[in-house]
């Protein structure tokens, strides 16, 4: 069992940045492939971004290309989500997910079999 726990939200004004975090439990946290995902009210669960196992491939959505990065430091068992440039449209809960199962990058909510209790991001105009 993985247990993925966020922090790092808030309130933040349009055009600022926050950084997200997400601690794993477990000993072989190297091995899984991690993404972030948000959901705004009303709306359905999108893909953010994801980093391969060794950190070495990153892939994100078109929305937050160049605002936003994911990391990882394998050796804390923990991913992060740098967030620039803030829009309001950013705002939503932010969860990040574990797929135990993947070798790649995948955008595929169905792919991640752990998820975050999320966080939320609330920016304002």
């Known amino acids: 069992q993985v247990q993925l726990v966020e922090s790092g939200g808030g309130l933040v004004q349009a055009g600022g940045s926050l950084r997200l975090s997400c601690a794993a439990s477990?000993?072989?946290?190297?091995?899984?492939?991690m993404g972030w995902f948000r959901q705004a009210p009303g709306k359905e669960r999108e893909f953010v971004a994801g980093?391969?196992?060794?950190?070495?491939?990153?892939y994100y959505a078109d929305s937050v290309k160049g605002r936003f990065t994911i990391a990882r430091d394998n050796a804390k068992n923990t991913v992060y989500l740098q967030m620039n440039s803030l829009k309001p449209e950013d705002t939503a809960v932010y969860y990040c997910?574990?797929?135990?199962?993947?070798?790649?990058?995948?955008?595929?909510?169905?792919?991640?079999?752990?998820w975050g209790q999320g966080t939320q991001v609330t920016v304002s105009s």
């Open positions: 980093i391969s196992r060794s950190g070495g491939s990153t």
């Open positions: 997910a574990a797929s135990v199962r993947k070798f790649g990058v995948t955008t595929q909510g169905r792919d991640y079999d752990y």
């Open positions: 477990g000993r072989t946290f190297s091995s899984y492939v």
